[in-house]
């Protein structure tokens, strides 16, 4: 797969995170020959409000890429491209005159808009709006986000005209970085829009009239693998070719050889996404799972069923930097193998509501259980178990749907924690396996880049370079497991009933 000058072709990846903005370049065996991070904030104004500052945002990729082109010039690496891969749904409106943002980017997990969309639901659009797109009637997507930017009459009166552009952070990265002369997105990041048919793969007109969103400012849609355009030299010194363009977590489901159907895989970043490869039939879930565009390669395209968890690694920083109980994410490992068990501590980390499969954005975080004995030992055990037991939930919805799941791979920051994979094999009854290649993420893209750039013959030639780094296989009996998930049950059932009395 590879001669003797490969390791001197790399492909820039750029990973652009809710937490952070990476640079990373991969040479042809998905070798990491150098990398660089910035880490990011985001804001939080008001109530359920979660905004980042979109220049911030730019200058911390641009940033990373100036540390690691620096670092090819010195170990006298070819970057022969780059791929882009992105957090979702966070939406941005810029000016197409000076690339100027008009107002800070709205993250996925902000829930401004939970009022408009209940009203959405009220008027019956749920079922039809679910048809064409996959997803449902949820602030986490884009749609509601870009309608409450433009209900500013200036922003409204200028997006009629032309003057702005609307884009995922994809989208925004690719135009600050040619300079304007490309506005585009590919196919994975405009099926979370809630305004792209996902069966036609192209922009809806009904879903833009429902929404109110003139079509002028929309991205052109292309390929995940596609020609984008050129850098503009002025930020490198060098033209540099973009060649693939996917959002973060299908390019995690490409990084893991999650190419065709059968394929799962759940990442473990600031929330948690689980991707089911469904192959080129795209299957609408009858259990609130979402169907997504998986990746556009060379003509076709792939699906996936998702399950989205809002909160995962959020909670773990949530006990580092809001209650200060650890110093840092490794801490929790130790933690929770102090204990031989949970003592009946749950959490529900509904810090921005519930996502798949009860999809109620309006609930908050409850714990159940708590005692006078209770630690902090207990309290970063029910954070870590919570993320696994959430993942039991859409593993559930997958089977109803009639999935059939043999293992499941993970990546992502918590998988570092072992306690946290080992207790994750033992709630699922599942096999999980954790690749060697951890940045699974930016991995994915750079390998769609690599198939843009002939490196590789096709998707089907990128399970050969994933490497397992460890399995884990489940050791709990059935009685202990079940009784661990009728505990989790009865603490999402409390949180249900208070807010429905």
Request: with cysteine; hydrophobic share 45%; glycine share 8%.
């Amino acid at each position: 797969m590879t001669d003797g000058t490969s390791t001197q072709d790399v492909i820039l990846a750029i990973d652009q995170g809710t937490s952070s903005s990476r640079a990373m370049l991969f040479d042809r065996n998905g070798v990491v020959l150098a990398q660089a991070q910035q880490e990011l904030a985001c804001t939080y104004p008001q109530t359920g409000w979660v905004e980042q500052d979109a220049e911030a945002l730019w200058l911390s990729v641009l940033t990373v890429c100036r540390e690691v082109l620096a670092q090819a010039d010195s170990l006298q690496l070819k970057v022969c491209g780059i791929g882009i891969t992105n957090q979702r749904e966070t939406t941005l409106l810029w000016r197409r005159d000076s690339g100027d943002v008009v107002a800070p980017a709205i993250v996925w997990q902000d829930r401004r808009t939970l009022a408009y969309c209940q009203q959405l639901q009220q008027r019956g659009h749920q079922a039809w709006v679910s048809r064409r797109t996959g997803l449902c009637l949820d602030p986490y997507f884009s749609a509601s986000k870009l309608n409450w930017l433009l209900q500013d009459p200036a922003l409204r009166l200028a997006a009629e005209q032309g003057e702005l552009a609307f884009g995922t952070v994809d989208s925004f990265i690719l135009w600050r970085l040619t300079r304007g002369l490309v506005h585009a997105t590919d196919t994975t990041n405009a099926s979370r829009t809630l305004l792209f048919g996902i069966q036609q793969l192209q922009w809806d007109a009904e879903l833009l009239e429902l929404f109110d969103i003139p079509a002028q400012i929309l991205p052109q849609v292309r390929q995940s693998a596609d020609d984008y355009g050129r850098t503009d030299p002025h930020w490198f010194g060098r033209e540099l070719p973009i060649v693939a363009l996917a959002g973060d977590q299908q390019a995690a489901a490409i990084g893991q050889g999650c190419v065709r159907a059968g394929g799962l895989k759940s990442t473990y970043g600031t929330g948690c996404f689980a991707l089911l490869n469904t192959g080129e039939h795209l299957l609408q879930s009858n259990h609130q799972l979402l169907s997504t565009v998986a990746c556009t390669v060379q003509g076709q395209t792939q699906y996936a069923l998702e399950g989205s968890i809002f909160v995962a690694g959020a909670a773990v920083k949530w006990l580092r930097d809001q209650l200060g109980l650890i110093k840092d994410a490794a801490e929790t490992e130790t933690l929770a193998a102090s204990l031989t068990d949970n003592g009946g501590v749950y959490l529900v980390p509904a810090f921005t509501g519930l996502g798949a499969p009860y999809w109620r954005p309006e609930l908050k975080a409850q714990w159940s259980g708590l005692t006078l004995g209770t630690g902090k030992a207990q309290l970063a055990r029910a954070v870590l178990e919570a993320v696994a037991y959430q993942t039991a939930d859409l593993l559930q919805a997958m089977r109803a749907d009639g999935a059939a799941l043999l293992s499941l791979q993970v990546d992502g920051g918590m998988v570092n924690n072992s306690w946290f994979c080992q207790f994750l094999a033992n709630v699922l009854d599942i096999n999980v396996m954790r690749p060697l290649q951890t940045e699974t993420t930016a991995f994915g893209v750079a390998l769609l880049a690599g198939i843009q750039l002939g490196w590789y013959a096709d998707l089907d030639a990128l399970p050969d370079l994933v490497r397992a780094e460890s399995w884990f296989y489940p050791n709990l009996s059935a009685g202990q497991r079940a009784e661990l998930l009728a505990g989790w049950q009865r603490a999402v059932a409390q949180l249900l009933a208070t807010e429905n009395p």
